[in-house]
């Protein structure tokens, strides 16, 4: 039997950062912290952390999985990059994970996974049987801002094609805004 792939996977789209550490349905670590902002700095030395308690290195792994999102803009591009610099460094291929793809994992039936997107607005995406049977859309209503379990995201990823790298899953644009200063002049 050919040993299950060792997958290292991590989410920072909801104010948190999480990451776990899986082998077949094996958890050999597992961390998740509150945090409103610092994820860029956390991630990483959080990823060496549950490397380390499961006596493992970076070269021992075969796959990164990672939250995509929808979620914090900035959070989901901290997961997103550091996934891609990851997978090209290491020599093995990243997976993207949606919210909604982690919400619905393992479920039966039909249903709409819904994530809060502020603003009086909510995030939302059909499934049948835990596959997509629409387009992820934003519609107005509420819905809790769940934080999806880095466990979860590894188990998708696992069911996942390996294919093109991971992209953030934008449905609104970012609320960020041009400076209302007049750029610098460039000297000859």
Aim: net charge negative.
């Amino acid at each position: 039997m050919p040993p299950k792939p060792l997958i290292l996977s991590f989410d920072t789209s909801a104010a948190h950062c999480a990451a776990a550490l899986v082998s077949g349905d094996q958890i050999l670590g597992a961390m998740s912290e509150p945090l409103q902002k610092g994820q860029a700095e956390r991630l990483i030395p959080m990823l060496e952390e549950v490397l380390s308690g499961a006596d493992k290195s970076w070269d021992d792994l075969d796959l990164i999985a990672v939250g995509v999102g929808p979620g914090n803009f900035t959070g989901v591009r901290i997961a997103v990059s550091t996934a891609r610099g990851l997978s090209l460094s290491l020599g093995i291929p990243a997976v993207g994970v949606s919210v909604f793809e982690a919400l619905a994992f393992g479920t039966k039936g039909r249903l709409t996974v819904s994530r809060d997107a502020r603003r009086g607005m909510v995030f939302s995406q059909a499934f049948e049987d835990g596959v997509a049977v629409s387009e992820p859309a934003m519609s107005e209503g509420s819905a809790d801002d769940a934080a999806i379990d880095p466990v979860t995201v590894a188990f998708c990823a696992a069911g996942k094609d390996v294919g093109t790298p991971p992209a953030p899953l934008y449905l609104r644009s970012a609320d960020a805004a041009l400076p209302s200063d007049p750029p610098p002049t460039i000297l000859p």
